[in-house]
Each structure stands twice: as structure tokens, then as C-alpha cells.
């Protein structure tokens, strides 16, 4: 009872298979009306273009140099094993994790700099506005900022905008 079964499933696979492998042609009748068909069109009919592909080569055929012209990068990724393609795709994830994280980087590395821009416009404005000024000395306690330091202090706190806010 199974035999006539697989007999059958057999039967309609290798049909498909055959006409998966078809021809298929494109054109216009005489009364105008499009045609499509496995069969080549008459003679007769100018305009006909095949739509369909051809069969695949055979396995260990050599390749010639029409079939590589026409679809010789189509057929080169047809014939990728699946470990291979498995591998660009890993590749391809890696490449764009890498990408991101360089991005994140140069983000982050952006917002430090703003950050520091800002920073330093702040305090350049302090210290041109004339007010006092009161910075640790190092020793644990704190100074006044004295005119000679504040002319020197401005002058370092311009370099780093400079540096910064470009």
C-alpha cells in the first residue's frame, strides 16, 4: 500500500523538477494579446524575449564563457556550500558590531569633548568677569587668585577651548 504512495510522490517530483527547469517565452499575438508559454513563439512573431531561465549546467560540467557572462555571479553564489554562506553572514555580524562600536566610541568621545567645551567657556567667563577667585592651593587649603595667576590661568583655559571647541 505505501509503494503506489511513494511511487506516486516520486513521480510528481520529478515533474516538477523538469518543469522547474522550463523555458519560458513572452509575446504578442496578432490580436495584440500578451502570450506566455514553455514553448518558443512562431516564426513569425517579432519582440518575443525569454522570461524563464535555462536548466542549470550539469553537475561537473565545465562552465562556458556565454554562461559565465550571463549569470556567472549568480551561479557562483548558487554553488556557496551553506557553511560558507554561514560564514560571510558571521563575518557580515562581526563587521557590523565592530561598526557600532566604533560609532558608540566616537559618540561618547564627542559628548566628552562638548562636555569640556563647555566646561571651559564657563569657566573662562568666571574668570574674565573680575571676580574673586578662590583655588586650592594643593595643600589641602585654598588662595585667592591673584591678577598674575588670572592672566595665566585665562590664557590656559583659552588653549583648551581652543583644543576643545572645534
Known sequence: ????LIFALLIASTATVINANAQTYQWKDSSGRTVISDTPPPASVRNARAIGTSPPPSIGAPTTDASQATGGAQS???QKTTGEKDMEFKKRQQEAKEKAD???KETAAATQKRENCERARTHLSALESGRRMILPDGKGGETFLEDAQRGDEI????????????
Open 1 to 4: 500500500m505505501k509503494t503506489p
Open 76 to 78: 557562483a553564489d548558487a
Open 155 to 166: 590664557e590656559r583655559t583659552r588653549n583648551t577651548i581652543a583644543e576643545s571647541c572645534k
Open 102 to 104: 566604533k560609532d558608540a
